[in-house]
């Protein structure tokens, strides 16, 4: 099984920057990708970032630009870099790991295993 912990979430004015970090334990990050989800009050999970094993990148439109995810395979731990956070970012963020895939997996359905999420609050 794979245990995924989510750290970095907090408090952050408009504008400004902070970085999630994720550590899984129980699997390596080969044919697996790692994504970041969020969800908003009153509204569905939606990706924001994911990573493939080989290093394809998707990003929604959204935070195209302002957020980058990126991966430390030897420690077992993927980053999302935020920047130039807006309120509508507020949201609890989630980690997650995929099935076994060669190819970058972006659909939620297709992820196996979540982190406990990690609250960012953007004030303007």
């Known amino acids: 099984q794979v245990q995924l912990v989510e750290s970095g979430g907090g408090l952050v004015q408009a504008g400004g920057s902070l970085r999630l970090s994720c550590v899984a334990s129980g699997r390596s990050f080969r044919l697996y990708s790692m994504g970041w989800f969020r969800q908003a009050p009153g509204k569905e999970r939606d990706v924001v970032a994911a990573?493939?094993?080989?290093?394809?990148?998707y990003y929604a439109d959204s935070v195209k630009g302002r957020f980058t995810i990126s991966t430390n395979n030897a420690e077992n731990t993927v980053y999302l870099q935020m920047t130039n956070v807006k309120p509508e970012d507020t949201a609890v963020y989630y980690c997650?790991?995929?099935?076994?895939?060669?190819?970058?997996?972006?659909?939620?359905?297709?992820?196996?295993?979540w982190g406990k999420g990690t609250q960012v609050t953007v004030s303007s």
């Open positions: 997650a790991q995929s099935g076994r895939y060669s190819s970058l997996v972006i659909r939620s359905a297709e992820y196996s295993y």
């Open positions: 990573i493939s094993w080989s290093g394809d990148i």
